[in-house]
C-alpha cells in the first residue's frame, strides 16, 4: 500500500532505530497503557518509533473485536499493528492512513513546545466478534523526545462508539486541539463529487497497493481499461501520480 509506505517513512525516517538521543523512560508510558486501558476501556497501542516495537493492552473492546490478546501486552516487533489495522473497513483504513500523515505533516509546521495539545480524533468501522462491522473511536497521540524534537511514541486508543441507532454510520477524521476545543483539520476525502463510481472503485484498490493487472482481474476489465481510468484520475484531481492521488486533500 503505497500511502502506508509512505507514511512509515515520514515516521522512521524522522528517529532512524538505533538512534540515541532520547531519554524518555518507556516504563512511564506503558504505565499510561495500562490506564487508558483499565479505566477508559480502551484497547491500547503503544508503539515506540526508536526501537521500532509495539505494546498491545488488550480490553474489553479487544474481545468486542474478536482480539484473543493472551498477554499484558502483547509485544510486537513493528510499530504497525497488523492483526488490529486488518479489522479496519477498506476505505476507513486508507482514511485513516491519509490522515495520519496530514496529522504528522501538520505537526511538522508547528513548533516543538506547542506540539502537546494535538491529536487525531476518528471513527472507523471495524470488524467485530459477530463478523459483522461495528464503530469505533479511534484516538491517536504522539511524544516528542525533549533531547532531540524527535517523534518517540504514538500511543492509539480504541474505544466502541457510542450506539445510535437513529443516527447512520459516518466515517469522521479529525485533528484536534485540546486546548482550545477547536477542529484543526477535518478530512472527508470525498471525492464522489469529482469521480465516476468506477473511479472511485479504482482509486480505492490503487489506495490498497494494487498494481493495474490485478485491478483489472478485479473487476474483470482490460488493463488498457484500467490505465484510461487512472489518467482520468489524474487529470480530474489534478495531481502527477496516484500517491497524489489518495493524498489529494491534505492541505
Keep these: 500500500m503505497e500511502i502506508l509506505e509512505t507514511l512509515n517513512r515520514a515516521l522512521l525516517n524522522e ?11 518507556i516504563n512511564t508510558y506503558k504505565q499510561t497503557a495500562v ?5 477508559e476501556n480502551a484497547m491500547v497501542v503503544l508503539s515506540d518509533m526508536q526501537s521500532e516495537k509495539s505494546f498491545v493492552y488488550g480490553s474489553g473492546t479487544s474481545q468486542k473485536l474478536g482480539l484473543n490478546l493472551t498477554q499484558f501486552p502483547v509485544e510486537l516487533d513493528s510499530i504497525w499493528e497488523d492483526d488490529i489495522i486488518n479489522k479496519i473497513h477498506p476505505e476507513d483504513r486508507i482514511k485513516k492512513y491519509v490522515h495520519e ?6 505537526l511538522q509546521n508547528i513548533r516543538f513546545t506547542e506540539h502537546p495539545p494535538y491529536y ?19 484516538r491517536m497521540f504522539y511524544v516528542y523526545s525533549p533531547v532531540n524534537h524527535n517523534l518517540r511514541f504514538a500511543i ?3 474505544n466502541t462508539e457510542v450506539n445510535r441507532t ?18 484543526i483539520s ?25 498494481t493495474s493487472k490485478e485491478i483489472a482481474a478485479s473487476l474483470s476489465i482490460s488493463i488498457n481499461t484500467v490505465s484510461r481510468h487512472r489518467q482520468n484520475i489524474l ?17
Excluded: W
Design 101 to 106: 500523515l496530514r496529522f504528522f505533516n501538520c
Design 166 to 183: 437513529d443516527k447512520p454510520f459516518k466515517p469522521e477524521f479529525l485533528i484536534v486541539d485540546s486546548g482550545t476545543g477547536s477542529i
Design 120 to 138: 487525531v480524533s476518528s471513527r472507523i468501522r471495524m470488524m467485530g466478534d459477530a463478523s459483522d462491522y461495528i464503530s469505533i473511536r479511534h
Design 35 to 39: 490506564m487508558y486501558s483499565r479505566v
Design 186 to 210: 477535518e478530512d472527508s476525502l470525498d471525492y464522489g463529487h469529482i469521480l465516476t463510481s468506477r473511479e472511485m472503485e479504482i482509486l480505492r484498490y490503487i489506495g490498497e497497493g494494487h
Design 156 to 158: 492509539c486508543l480504541y
Design 15 to 25: 528517529n532512524p532505530a538505533g538512534s540515541a538521543g532520547c531519554t524518555l523512560d
Design 235 to 251: 487529470e480530474k484531481l489534478k495531481v502527477k501520480n496516484s500517491i497524489e492521488a489518495v493524498y489529494f486533500q491534505l492541505p
